[in-house]
């Protein structure tokens, strides 16, 4: 299955015996909300194509520290995260550093 990913991109990485896949998003529309609402969708349907494809990997929905405070530190946000409804890193776009796991990724034995 080939997915159009735009301007966004799916990143696969590997760490030792752990696989993650990044969704990075912008949140760049005129609407957070309108954002989100697709951002969810195109999660869904990444994690159900992963599940298929390669069920070991955890897919990731990947978010500034910006959209994390504007966003997902609110009562909306955080329902979702409680919810287990996505994952996210968070990270820094000036520095490209990970701020933050949410949850932490699995660790393979």
């Known amino acids: 299955m080939f997915v159009d ?7 696969a ?3 030792s015996e752990k696989k993650i896949a990044v969704e ?3 949140f760049a529309g005129p609407s957070l909300i309108d954002d989100l609402e697709k951002a969810i969708g195109q999660f869904v ?4 194509v992963l599940a298929n494809l390669e069920p070991e990997r955890v897919l990731y929905l990947a978010v500034t520290e910006f959209i994390y405070l ?11 995260l409680e919810k287990r ?3 996210l890193m968070v990270f820094n ?3 490209e550093v990970i701020q933050q796991w949410t949850p932490e ?3 393979v034995r």
């Open 5 to 11: 990913l735009g301007a966004e991109q799916l990143l």
């Open 13 to 15: 990485a590997e760490k």
């Open 24 to 26: 990075i998003k912008s």
């Open 45 to 48: 349907l990444y994690h159900d």
């Open 70 to 80: 504007d966003l997902f530190a609110e009562p909306v946000g955080q329902l979702l």
């Open 85 to 87: 409804r996505i994952r």
């Open 93 to 95: 776009p000036e520095t």
């Open 105 to 107: 990724p699995p660790i």
